[in-house]
């Protein structure tokens, strides 16, 4: 089992940039996948990124393609999400989550409580 801890959102002005990061307990964090999600106000939660054991496949939403990115590291337990040229999107809480698979979400089980972010215009 894993214990997930994201920060790093906040408030942040169109085509700004934000550091999001999970820090995860355990020994067995290279052992997951990890993946970053998102929920907007009365909206699903939606796939953003997802990287592999080692980091070396990563995955992305195409409306996040070339303006976010995901990268892990190992030795500190930690899954960043580098976001920039923040779009005005509102507000969102974006979730840190850890699965068996990165290219099959529907296997992430471990999620942490969420960061929001919030773009304004």
């Known amino acids: 089992q894993v214990q997930l801890v994201e920060s790093g959102g906040g408030l942040v002005q169109a085509g700004g940039s934000l550091r999001l990061s999970c820090a995860a307990s355990?020994?067995?964090?290279?052992?997951?996948?990890m993946g970053w999600f998102r929920q907007a106000p009365g909206k699903e939660r939606e796939f953003v990124a997802t990287i592999s054991r080692s980091g070396g496949i990563t995955y992305y939403a195409d409306s996040v393609k070339g303006r976010l990115t995901i990268s892990r590291d190992n030795a500190k337990n930690t899954v960043y999400l580098q976001m920039n040229s923040l779009k005005p999107e509102g507000t969102e809480v974006y979730y840190c989550?850890?699965?068996?698979?990165?290219?099959?979400?529907?296997?992430?089980?471990?999620w942490g409580q969420g960061t929001q972010v919030t773009v304004s215009s």
């Open positions: 989550g850890a699965g068996r698979s990165s290219s099959n979400w529907s296997t992430f089980e471990y």
């Open positions: 355990g020994r067995t964090f290279s052992s997951y996948a």
